[in-house]
Structure formats: structure tokens, C-alpha cells
């Protein structure tokens, strides 16, 4: 049997485009089933339940491609029937501002993930710009993540720092995600964002409690930058499953398309600083084997040939993360009396 | 010459109460010259324009006793008109939220003070109940300090962790303010609180930099709470004279009234915990010589038996913090021509 016969379910657990028609072609194309996606990085409370009304609509214009997607059975059910299941969810805890009640009202909306922080500090954890030592906050850093378990919104880390990763860990009752980040021992220090990457003892920990990482190829994050290989891509898959074994590891390619330049400084700066504290070089171009979602299937098929039997590409490909969202998305006590029937 | 005759201008560098005339008729009784008053704690931007819009109407309905005060000189003119200059500012950065721009648009406001952070973690430094290692963060908190220098709009430090006071001070061109703490090594460690107060190290820092603290008859942070003598707070003026001279102390009495308690757990806890991480026991009991600021003589006149001198108590009670005030609430281009005239 092929692999297109087999069509494994395909979890990106990343993206962030400017959501438009466009992007929803392309992961019919490209066979993706469900698709995580941002809405906001530093939009508040107001400005994310506007991004909210877009996607209302959107999901209304575009309802033969995709759907919103809020329990794991809902992922089944949509890409079963060809469209692509959106996820919701924040790059950053901005939506929750410093109140620990717009956990509640954003899962109400559908949100499912949240990262505790980008890149930077704020009132609940601590990014990879700042130094190693700033972790998750002591009240409302661990309420927030409390309260996220509670509800059923997946705990993200993948910009944050690897003390505020721990942390995250050590307080969220529930497995969390690295969404979107590689290791930083294969990738190696050549690439200047490695830091943004997760060390070995961390990915290993987030594997004993049940937590996924989803490998990118983010050119700024990946080994060789835009030159890195397909084989290269492959290897650091298989360099992953080495470490932690083929429940844990999954896809998160930090694509994004669509955005005018200018919006890197939105991400870069936000509002907190006039100029960006890294240089702005302009898009990355995305490796030729990765140029969009379409080109999905080069990694399923280069997985293939490496080897990974079909059960565990499957794993790969999206069931680790359906079985991570399954579980994560659904509130606590549901949870509890889950386990106990 | 009486000390009343004298009449040095008096002070207070901070106090919290909820705005109202009987507030403004005790200042009067005390002779209290000047006050600074908190705005802000949890309140965002659009909460805080409320707040200055309450303000506004008090500052009318009451301009035979108070006026907004923008300048050192708006100090003493109103001081010396038998009224109370009102100074505004914030116990946290959060009416700034996440935007570099709001610092200027809140000076244009008026507000000429903003405390980092109160006693927690947010965007910009962390507060005395978060571990001692928390500092001001790398982006958004330096971006602040520099942009408050700018403008200016005067640092206060009072209710941060240790490493955030001496961040602060390392980062901000002009000194900065201990508006309301006391001496940790006077205090003592009986006090459960003392961890607000501030180290010898950082009140040396401090006035090697310029700084001033205010020192706080309020219980929670004072040698034998309640139960404090007046003799013991002079002994804490004297033993901070003794460690950094006349010109770095001044007074800072946390005073506030007229709140319902639930307005504790606002303060405790604002909006990002359902309930307080510090059990609720009411509002504290204040000294029996100090019940309200119309008692302030009692502190004048025991400084006075003290043997402090005339200059020495002018100091104290307001000398210092109009210097650092009228330094300091004026735009750093202004200061920059001002030095160079």
C-alpha cells in the first residue's frame, strides 16, 4: 500500500499565516489534516476577539476547505471529510492580559493552545531573548498554567526560556507541547536563533510526561538555514526518535505566508520597543524541498524511505499530537471522570 | 524660631487612599505641602484614564485644597499657597500595558511617577514577592526606564525584589525613587513583611546614585508593626541618616483610608488570582501617633527633639524629594539644556 493510500492523519502544530483562501488551498493540496494556528502574539484581550471575528467569517467563506476544530474528535471528523481542521491558539499569553478569568472566556471561543510567552518576559513566564535563569512567574505564571489545565488549553513552551520550559513542566498537571522548535544539539550553535531550540535533558523531560515536540523546518531554527537538505531534515527526525523513541516527536513547521514585511517588526518589537532588537533581514526562503504546505508529502515520503514503518509515521505525522490535543483539550474534571470510567 | 513658624515644606511620597475631600482636609491639618498618590495598580490604560478622569472633577471641586502638580515649582507654588500639590502616579507599569508609547501619553496626563512593578512579575521587573534573582526584563523593561528618563517620569522602586531595585539603578541615567519602604536591617526579620523593605547594600546604592527613600510609618513594614513607638521610627530616621546622610531620606508613609477591605484583595491579588497568595487580615492598625496625616507635626517636632537641625528637618520632610522631583520631572532634553546653561 502507498502512503497516499494509507493517508496518514498530517498534524502541522504550527502555522502562522495571514489566514486567507490561499493557505487553505494549499493544505488541501498538501493533504494536512489539522493545522494549529496563531492568532495572536501581542494583540490584548479586544484585539484578539476581533482576530476571532475574522476567522468567524473566514471559517464560514471557506467551510468546503476547512473548520474549526475544538476536541480530538472533532480533528478526526474534519479531516476525514478532506477539509483541514483549524486550531486555535496564542503564541503568547497577551490575550489573558492579568486576568486569570479570559482563560475560561477564550477556550469558550475555542482557543485550545496557548505559549506561556514570545521570545520576551511578561506577567507569566519568561522568552529565549531573556536571560536563562527567568522562569515561570510565582503567581500568576502558575495560576495562569492552573488554570489552563483546568479548562483544557495545551501549555506551549516553544519560545520560551529552558528554565521557564522546567518550570512548565514541573507545575502543569498535564503533558505540555513544543509546538514548534528543534534540538539544539543536532542543529548546533552555527545557527544564531539555536537558542530559540530546546536542549537535550529538556526534550528528554518533556517526553517522560507525555508532552510532543513538533520539529520545524524554519529555516532560522533548522541546521544549514534555507540550504538544509531534506536528508538533513530527515536526519534530525531520526535524531530526535533516537532520544525519546516515536511517541513523542511530531511536526510543527512555524510556516507563515501572506504577511507584508513590515509585520516582522510587529513580531520582532510588538509595541514594547520602537526598533527590533535583532536586525529585520526579511523573510526567510524556505528550504526548495518546503517551499508551502503542498510539499507536505516529500517529508512523509522521505520518512518512508528511511524506514519508519507505517505505524510509526502515522505517529509522526500527526497521531502524537492528535493523541496530545485529545486529551489536553478536554477540561480537567472530564478528564478525571474519563479515567476513572 | 518655632518649627511651626519655619513651616518646612512637607512631603509625603506616597499615599493610597480613595480620593476624597475629607483626604484633602487632613492634609491641610497636617500641613502636608505635597502628596503623591497612586492612580494605579492593576488598572490598564483605559482603566487609568477613568481613574484621571475622577481626578479631574476632584481637582475642581476641591482647588481650595489641593491642585495637580507637574513641576517642582508647581510644588511650591501650590505648597506655599496653603493648599496640597497633588502628585500622580502608578504603583505598576500596567496602565503602559505593552506599549512604549503610553509612558509619554501618561505624562502628558500629569503623571510623574511610575513604580516598575508591584510585588509581582510583569513585562518590565519583577516585585519582592517573586524570587530574588528577578530582574528588569531585557527588552521591554530597559525600553521603559530609558523611555521614562526621556519624558520624564521618575522610577520607583519600592515594592521590587532586590535584583530589580539595582537593575533599575543601573539602567536609568537619572536617580530613582525608594518612594515607600524602610531599612530591612532596622526592621528586622520579626516583621513578616521585611522582605519589602530594602537592603543596607541597596539604600547605599541608592544614595550613592542620587536616589531617595521614603521612609513608612505603615505597620506591615515597621519594627514592631502597630505597636511601633515614635520614638522607634526616629530611631529607624536616625540609623538611615547615619548610614547615608541627610540627603537621600525622606518620608514615605504608605498612608491609606477610606477603602472597603474588599479593596485588599484588589491589591493582593488584582485580577490574575481568585484569591490572595497572603491571608487577608483586614486593614492594619496604624500607630497611635500617627492615626492620620494630621498627626505628621508629631514626626516634625520628635525630629526637632531629635537635635536634627532646621536644614536637616527641612530635608527630610520635603527638601530632598522636591530636589529629586524637580530634577526629575522634567524632560531629559530640558535637564540636558538646564546643565549645560
Redesign the interface.
Known amino acids: 500500500m502507498t502512503l497516499s493510500a494509507r493517508k496518514p492523519l498530517l498534524i502541522d502544530a504550527l502555522q502562522y499565516n495571514k489566514p486567507e483562501r490561499a493557505r487553505f488551498e494549499e493544505w488541501k493540496r498538501g493533504g494536512v489534516g489539522c493545522v494549529h494556528v496563531t492568532l495572536s502574539i ?1 494583540e ?1 484581550a479586544r484585539e484578539t476577539l476581533t482576530v476571532i471575528g475574522e476567522w468567524n467569517r473566514l471559517l464560514e467563506q471557506n467551510d468546503d476547505l476547512i473548520a474549526l476544530a475544538t476536541t480530538g474528535e472533532d480533528i478526526e471528523r474534519i479531516a476525514a471529510s478532506g477539509r483541514t481542521a483549524v486550531v486555535y491558539g496564542f503564541q503568547d499569553t ?1 490575550p489573558f ?5 479570559l482563560i475560561e472566556i477564550f477556550y469558550q471561543l475555542g482557543v485550545r493552545i496557548a505559549q506561556l510567552t514570545y521570545n ?4 507569566v513566564a ?1 522568552g529565549c ?3 536563562d ?2 522562569g515561570v ?5 502558575r ?1 495562569v498554567i492552573a488554570e489552563m489545565n483546568r479548562v483544557g488549553m495545551v501549555v506551549d513552551v516553544s519560545h520560551c526560556t529552558e528554565r521557564t520550559c522546567f518550570d512548565a513542566i514541573e507545575y502543569s498537571s498535564r503533558p505540555i507541547a513544543v509546538t514548534h522548535a528543534n534540538p539544539q544539539e543536532f542543529v548546533g550553535t552555527d545557527i544564531e536563533l539555536n537558542r530559540r531550540n530546546k536542549s537535550t535533558a529538556l526534550i528528554k523531560r518533556l517526553a517522560e510526561t507525555g508532552g510532543v515536540i513538533g520539529l520545524s523546518n524554519y529555516p532560522k531554527i533548522m541546521k544549514n538555514g534555507s540550504d538544509c537538505t531534506l536528508d538533513t531534515f530527515l536526519d534530525m527526525v531520526s535524531w530526535t526518535v533516537d532520544l525519546v523513541g516515536t511517541d513523542h516527536v511530531g511536526l510543527g513547521t512555524d510556516f507563515y505566508d501572506g504577511w507584508p514585511e513590515s509585520q516582522i517588526k510587529w513580531w520582532r518589537a ?5 526598533e527590533s ?1 535583532i536586525p529585520i533581514k526579511g523573510f526567510s526562503k524556505w528550504p526548495s524541498w518546503f517551499q508551502s504546505p503542498v510539499d507536505f508529502p516529500n517529508i512523509l515520503e522521505g520518512l518512508e524511505k528511511r524506514g519508519f514503518s507505517g505505524e510509526e509515521i502515522a505517529r509522526i505525522a500527526g497521531g502524537n499530537w492528535l493523541k496530545l490535543f485529545r486529551e489536553g483539550f478536554v477540561p480537567a474534571a472530564s478528564a478525571r471522570t474519563a479515567n476513572a470510567a
Chains 1, 2 share one sequence.
Open positions: 501581542w490584548n497577551s492580559e492579568d486576568d486569570i478569568e520576551v518576559q511578561n506577567r519568561s531573548w531573556e536571560p535563569e527567568a512567574s510565582k503567581f500568576f505564571g495560576n510588538g509595541r514594547w520597543a520602537r532588537a
